[in-house]
């Protein structure tokens, strides 16, 4: 069955840096667009970047522009998230998703993945 499982997440001061890990398997892996989301306490469900088959097109939403970079390792199956200077509101619960579209762009729409991880904690402390 398809897996994604997160990793990386943990507390961290303002203006600090993590890195997210989301390994996928029992997916054929470049057939898919990946994508990440967070959701904070209260709020719903946001899109946070998108990365497509090859990793030659990205993604960012405008809140993580210039600090967050999505990127991916199609050998190891595995798509990062580099979260440079952090702030308080960064903190949320951070997903990865897959969504089966083969070679087109990702979308920001969550309702469009087709899986996802069990999340991974990021909290940042002011």
């Known amino acids: 069955q398809v897996q994604l499982v997160e990793s990386g997440g943990g507390l961290v001061q303002a203006g600090g840096s993590l890195r997210l890990s989301c390994a996928a398997s029992?997916?054929?892996?470049?057939?898919?667009?990946m994508g990440w989301f967070r959701q904070a306490p209260g709020k719903e469900r946001e899109f946070v970047a998108g990365?497509?088959?090859?990793?030659?097109?990205?993604f960012h939403a405008n809140s993580v522009k210039g600090r967050f970079t999505i990127s991916r390792d199609n050998a190891k199956k595995t798509v990062y998230l580099q979260m440079n200077s952090l702030k308080p509101e960064d903190t949320a619960v951070y997903y990865c998703?897959?969504?089966?579209?083969?070679?087109?762009?990702?979308?920001?729409?969550?309702?469009?993945?087709?899986?996802w991880g069990q999340g991974t904690q990021v909290t940042v402390s002011s």
């Open positions: 029992g997916l054929t892996f470049t057939t898919y667009a």
């Open positions: 990365i497509n088959w090859s990793g030659g097109r990205t």
């Open positions: 998703a897959a969504d089966h579209i083969y070679f087109s762009d990702p979308g920001s729409d969550d309702d469009k993945y087709d899986y």
